[in-house]
Nanobody
Framework: QVQLVESGGGLVQAGGSLRLSCAASGRTFSSYTMGWFRQAPGKEREFVAAITWSGGSTYILDSVKGRFTISRDDAKNTVYLQMNGLKPEDTALYYC??????????????WGQGTQVTVSS
């Protein structure tokens, strides 16, 4: 069983920055492919970023490229989403997800509860 706990969300003005963290339980974090998703009210969930279990490959949604960066620290069992240049359209509930190895796309088996990001204009 993998448990994920997100933190770092909050209210920020447009142009500001936030760093989301997702702490994972388990001794085999280094074997988890990790992803970040978001869902705004009335919209479908959106795949924002991912990083493979090896850390060798990453995915970033086109609309946030150049502003968001995903990274991982296996020693801390944590994955991060650094968000710079935030825009009001980035407002959403951000979820962390994990799968045991596997590709960055496709289904993720484990999910956190989410952390709210609100960007004011």
């Amino acid at each position: 069983q993998v448990q994920l706990v997100e933190s770092g969300g909050g209210l920020v003005q447009a142009g500001g920055s936030l760093r989301l963290s997702c702490a994972a339980s388990g001794r085999t974090f280094s074997s988890y492919t990790m992803g970040w998703f978001r869902q705004a009210p009335g919209k479908e969930r959106e795949f924002v970023a991912a990083i493979t279990w090896s850390g060798g490959s990453t995915y970033i949604l086109d609309s946030v490229k150049g502003r968001f960066t995903i990274s991982r620290d296996d020693a801390k069992n944590t994955v991060y989403l650094q968000m710079n240049g935030l825009k009001p359209e980035d407002t959403a509930l951000y979820y962390c997800a994990a799968k045991i190895r596997g590709s960055m796309t496709g289904a993720y088996g484990y999910w956190g509860q989410g952390t709210q990001v609100t960007v004011s204009s």
